[in-house]
């Protein structure tokens, strides 16, 4: 489902962020997707905003490669992020 290579396993360290943290995102219930039109030149880029296990709110930036989620970045989420987040709970 996930698609990981020396290219991105290990890039998300400097910000504190597991490759396991990363996939959790993708399997919260209430996580958001966002359409990322600025990035989306070569190929669609997505946001998927959502919580871990132990509750961090995560943004990683991603694609769609050969059928796989392909993340690009994570980090934790900004207020403005946490904020759009924690509206879609609440319209849920």
Known sequence: MFDWDKGNITKNLKHGVSVEEQEEVFYDV????IDDHKH????RRFFML???????????????R??????????????KEVSIYEETIKSA
């Open 66 to 79: 050969n059928g796989k989620i392909r993340p690009i970045s994570a980090r934790q989420m900004n207020r």
């Open 50 to 64: 959502g919580e871990t296990k132990k509750r961090r709110k995560l943004i990683v930036a991603f694609t769609i």
């Open 30 to 33: 209430k996580s958001k997707r």
């Open 40 to 43: 989306s030149i070569i190929e």
